[in-house]
């Protein structure tokens, strides 16, 4: 690739990434690192900031489902 063509892409590139949503991206980030193939027992926290215990995929799903968020997400907040 020439000079003037890697230019041209970057600056695609970066008016594409002013586009972005961040927080959909996160939201696409977290769903990549949780799913069954690559799950790993972690925290979740409720409406109030109290921590559960995810020792499965299908608890992580549960609680998801009930409102619980990760630690990252109670930080934005």
Request: net charge negative; no cysteine; aromatic share 6%.
């Amino acid at each position: 690739m020439e000079n003037k063509e890697a230019k041209q892409m970057a600056a695609m590139l970066m008016s594409k990434l002013e586009d972005l949503d961040l927080d959909k991206v996160k939201g696409i980030q977290i769903g990549i690192m949780f799913n069954k193939e690559n799950f790993k027992p972690h925290k979740m926290y409720d409406e109030e900031g109290e921590e559960h215990d995810a020792d499965t995929y299908e608890d992580h799903m549960k609680m998801k489902k009930m409102g619980y968020k990760h630690k990252e997400e109670m930080e934005d907040e």
